[in-house]
C-alpha cells in the first residue's frame, strides 16, 4: 500500500479541528479587534476552501494576513489552500512562514510536514512531525505518529514505519491508517494471523475500500479460510467492480 494510498493518507488535520467550531457570521471590520479579524477571516476561509470556493477563501485568508501579518495560522491555512490549487512555491513560502512565526505551533509543523512528504522531502517531512510531537500539549499527537509512518513507507523504510505506527496506536488503538498500514506490513512479513487482526480492528472503525478488501483477501488466502476469502471477494466485486484490485481477483471460482 505504498503509492497514492499512502499520499490519501495524510489529511491536512488542521482543517478539521478548525473545521469543528467554524460558522459564517457576517464580518463588519469595525466591530473587531485586528486580531479578532484575523482569527473570524481565517475561519472563514478555511470554510470556503472546504466547499471548493478557493476564490473565495483566498480572499478571506489574505484579509485576515491583512489585519494581522504576523498570524501562524493563517499563513499555515493559505499554504493548505495554494498547495490544493497547485501553487506548490506559494504553499511552500506560506507554510515555511507559518512554521518560522510560530516554532511551537504543533498543527503548523503538522501541516508543512504532510506538504514535504507529499513533495517527496520525506526527511524533512518526518523532522517537522518530530517536532510537533515535542509539543506534550499536542491533542493529536497519533497522527503526528501516524503521518512520520505514512511518510517513512514513502521513504521506503518499512521498518521506521511500523515503529511510527505502533506509537500511534499506543495512544489511540483506533488510528485507521495505522492499523490498515499495519495489516498491509503485517502481511508483507508473512505474520498473517496479525495481519487479519490489524484488518478486523480496521473495519470497526473505517469503511473498506478496494485496496482493503483485496488485502483481506490474500490473508485469508493464505490462512487458509475459503469462506472469508470468497466473502472478501464478493464485498470487493460488488462494491468495486471497475477498480483494479477487482481484476486482479479474476473470474469468479
Given at each position: ?56 477563501a483566498l480572499n478571506k485568508l489574505q484579509k485576515a494576513l491583512d489585519a494581522d501579518a504576523n498570524f501562524a495560522a493563517a499563513h499555515s491555512m493559505l499554504g493548505v489552500l ?30 508543512y510536514g504532510q506538504f514535504l512528504c507529499l513533495k517527496g522531502r520525506t526527511a524533512e ?129
Amino acid at each position: 500500500m505504498i503509492g497514492m494510498e499512502v499520499l490519501k493518507a495524510l489529511p491536512f488535520t488542521a482543517l478539521v479541528m478548525i473545521l469543528a467550531s467554524c460558522t459564517k457570521p457576517v464580518v463588519r471590520d469595525s466591530e473587531y479587534t485586528p486580531a479578532q479579524l484575523a482569527d473570524v477571516n481565517m475561519k472563514l476561509g478555511v470554510a470556503y476552501m472546504e466547499e471548493g470556493r478557493y476564490d473565495v477563501a483566498l480572499n478571506k485568508l489574505q484579509k485576515a494576513l491583512d489585519a494581522d501579518a504576523n498570524f501562524a495560522a493563517a499563513h499555515s491555512m493559505l499554504g493548505v489552500l495554494y498547495y490544493r490549487m497547485g501553487k506548490m512555491s506559494q504553499a511552500e513560502e506560506h507554510y515555511r512562514r507559518s512554521v518560522d512565526l510560530d516554532p511551537q505551533n504543533s498543527l503548523a509543523l503538522d501541516n508543512y510536514g504532510q506538504f514535504l512528504c507529499l513533495k517527496g522531502r520525506t526527511a524533512e517531512g518526518i523532522k517537522m512531525f518530530l517536532q510537533a510531537l515535542e509539543d506534550p500539549t499536542y491533542p493529536s499527537s497519533e497522527r503526528a505518529y501516524s503521518n512520520a509512518g505514512s511518510c517513512s513507507l514513502l521513504a521506503k523504510d518499512p521498518k521506521q514505519a511500523e515503529t511510527y505506527f505502533r506509537k500511534a496506536l499506543m495512544i489511540n488503538p483506533g488510528v485507521p491508517v495505522a492499523l490498515i498500514q499495519m495489516a498491509d506490513l503485517s502481511f508483507k512479513k508473512q505474520e498473517y494471523l496479525a495481519a487479519r487482526g490489524y484488518l478486523q480492528r480496521y473495519q470497526e472503525v473505517a469503511p473498506h475500500d478496494a485496496q482493503s478488501l483485496w488485502l483481506g483477501v490474500r490473508i485469508e488466502r493464505e490462512l487458509g479460510n475459503q469462506d472469508a476469502e470468497a466473502s472478501y471477494a464478493l464485498s470487493l466485486r460488488s462494491k468495486f467492480p471497475d477498480a483494479q484490485e477487482t481484476r486482479l481477483l479474476g473470474p469468479p471460482r
